[in-house]
C-alpha cells in the first residue's frame, strides 16, 4: 500500500480531475458524463474489471454519496506494492419475474463473485493480468493475458485470453444490443490485440479464434472512437470465418453525448450470420439509453432496446423497455433497483417478460 503522504499528494492532484471522472464500474454513460476513456479508471485499457489507483480513489472520494471514515486518511488503492494490485466484485440480487400464462416466479440470486490481479512485471510497461469468476459454480477464468506498453503510451500489444473490442461495454450482458454481434463480456476469446491511444482518437485490433477453434477460421473485431469532452462517436467491425457453412459479418455505429446532468447513449449494429442454418440470419439491434445523474451517488437509467432477429422475416420484432435507479451510499457499496418489460412476437410468451430486481453490488 501507498504510504500516507504520497496518498494526501494523490488525492490534491486528482480532486480537481475527480468531479469529473468515471466511475468504478463498466459503465460507458459514466465515460460520456466525464469525457474520459475507459483506461483513465481501469486496467485494461477496453474498460471493465480491475481498477486503476485512479478508480478506486475516485470511488472512496467522489462516486458515493458519503464516504465512511474508518479513523484514518489512508485510502484503498488497490496496490499491494508497485508490482502487484488486486480487486473485485461481488453481486447479489432479489428477482421477480412474470410471464404470460404462467405463475410468477422469485428468488434469491448469486450473479456472480470476481476477483482480478495484475502483475506489473514492468512497472508502466508490462503486466500480467487475471479475471477469475469464483461463483456461481466452479471457478471460471474470464481473462488472462499480457499486455506491453510502448514508451509513450501511444500503442499496446495484449496476448491471452480477453474480452472483445465491440461498441460499448454494457454492464447489463442480456442486453438485445448484445445479440447481433454475439459479442459481450461473458464471451471471452482467445487471440491477440492491438490498441492505439492518441489524442483524441481511440483504436482497437485484435486477432482471435472465433467461433470454430481451429487454425483455418478466425476473428477479427475492431473499433475506432474519437472522444471529445461532450460527445463521442465510434465504428465497430466483426468477422467471424466459420471455416463450414459460411461466415458472419457485423457492423456497428455507438455515440454519446452530454446534455447537462444527462448523458445519452446510442449503438445501432447490423449482422449477416451465412453461419446458421438458415442462410438469411440478418439481424438488426439498436439502444438509446438516458442516464440522469440526480445528484452524487444517485443515477437514473431509462432505456429502450431493439432486435430484429431475421430482417427477412415480417413481424418478429423484440423490444425491451428498462428503468433503473441505482444508488452508491458510501464507498465500494452500490443498490441497483428497476423494472424491464419485453415485448415480442405474441404467440411466444417468454418475449413478454416482465422483470423487477433489488441488486447490491460489492466492488473493490
Given at each position: 500500500m501507498m504510504n500516507r503522504s504520497?496518498?494526501?499528494?494523490?488525492r490534491y492532484l486528482l480532486l480537481p480531475l475527480l468531479f469529473t471522472a468515471l466511475e468504478a464500474h463498466a459503465e460507458p454513460?459514466?465515460?460520456?458524463?466525464?469525457?474520459?476513456?475507459?483506461?483513465?479508471?481501469?486496467?485494461?485499457?477496453?474498460?471493465?474489471?480491475e481498477r486503476t489507483v485512479f478508480g478506486n480513489v475516485f470511488a472512496q472520494?467522489?462516486?458515493?454519496?458519503?464516504?465512511?471514515?474508518a479513523g484514518g486518511s489512508d485510502l484503498w488503492t488497490g496496490e499491494v506494492n508497485r508490482f502487484l494490485s488486486i480487486g473485485g466484485n461481488v453481486r447479489g440480487n432479489f428477482e421477480y419475474t412474470k410471464i404470460p400464462n404462467s405463475t410468477y416466479t422469485d428468488s434469491f440470486n448469486l450473479k456472480q463473485a470476481r476477483v482480478y490481479a495484475a502483475v506489473n512485471v514492468i512497472p508502466q510497461r508490462f503486466f500480467v493480468y487475471v479475471d477469475e469468476q469464483i461463483a456461481p459454480g466452479t471457478a471460471l477464468n474470464r481473462e488472462v493475458y499480457g499486455v506491453y506498453w510502448s514508451a509513450n503510451h501511444q500503442w499496446y500489444l495484449k496476448a491471452g485470453?480477453?474480452?472483445?473490442?465491440?461498441?460499448?461495454?454494457?454492464?447489463?450482458?442480456?442486453?438485445?444490443?448484445n445479440f447481433p454481434s454475439g459479442i459481450n463480456m461473458l464471451l471471452p476469446?482467445?487471440?491477440?490485440?492491438?490498441?492505439?491511444?492518441?489524442?483524441?482518437?481511440?483504436?482497437?485490433?485484435?486477432?482471435?479464434?472465433?467461433?470454430t477453434e481451429t487454425t483455418h477460421g478466425k476473428q477479427v473485431s475492431s473499433q475506432l472512437a474519437y472522444v471529445e469532452s461532450m460527445w463521442r462517436l465510434g465504428l465497430a467491425a466483426n468477422f467471424n470465418?466459420?471455416?463450414?457453412?459460411?461466415?458472419?459479418?457485423?457492423?456497428?455505429?455507438?455515440?454519446?453525448?452530454?446534455?447537462?446532468?444527462?448523458?445519452?447513449?446510442?449503438?445501432?449494429?447490423?449482422s449477416d450470420d451465412h453461419s446458421l442454418p438458415v442462410q438469411s440470419g440478418r439481424q438488426l439491434g439498436t439502444l438509446l439509453e438516458a442516464n440522469w445523474?440526480?445528484?452524487?451517488?444517485?443515477?437514473?437509467?431509462?432505456?429502450?432496446?431493439?432486435?430484429?432477429p431475421n430482417r427477412s422475416v415480417a413481424n418478429d420484432g423484440q423490444t425491451r423497455y428498462s428503468i433503473v435507479y441505482?444508488?452508491?451510499?458510501?464507498?465500494?457499496?452500490?443498490?441497483?433497483?428497476?423494472?424491464?418489460?419485453?415485448?415480442?412476437?405474441?404467440?411466444?410468451?417468454?418475449?413478454?417478460?416482465?422483470?423487477?430486481?433489488?441488486?447490491?453490488?460489492?466492488?473493490?
Open positions: 504520497c496518498l494526501r499528494v494523490l454513460y459514466l465515460a460520456v458524463q466525464t469525457g474520459f476513456k475507459c483506461g483513465q479508471c481501469h486496467v485494461n485499457p477496453t474498460g471493465g474489471g472520494t467522489q462516486l458515493a454519496a458519503k464516504r465512511l471514515d485470453q480477453m474480452y472483445l473490442p465491440f461498441g460499448l461495454r454494457l454492464q447489463d450482458q442480456t442486453a438485445l444490443i476469446d482467445r487471440g491477440v490485440e492491438l490498441g492505439f491511444e492518441r489524442g483524441h482518437w481511440d483504436a482497437q485490433l485484435a486477432l482471435t479464434n472465433g467461433t470465418s466459420a471455416n463450414t457453412g459460411g461466415s458472419k459479418v457485423v457492423a456497428g455505429v455507438f455515440a454519446g453525448l452530454r446534455t447537462g446532468p444527462i448523458a445519452w447513449l446510442g449503438q445501432v449494429d447490423l445523474r440526480i445528484a452524487q451517488g444517485h443515477n437514473l437509467k431509462l432505456t429502450h432496446e431493439s432486435r430484429d441505482e444508488m452508491t451510499p458510501i464507498q465500494f457499496v452500490q443498490v441497483r433497483t428497476g423494472f424491464r418489460y419485453s415485448d415480442g412476437i405474441p404467440q411466444v410468451p417468454t418475449q413478454h417478460l416482465k422483470l423487477g430486481f433489488v441488486e447490491l453490488h460489492g466492488f473493490f
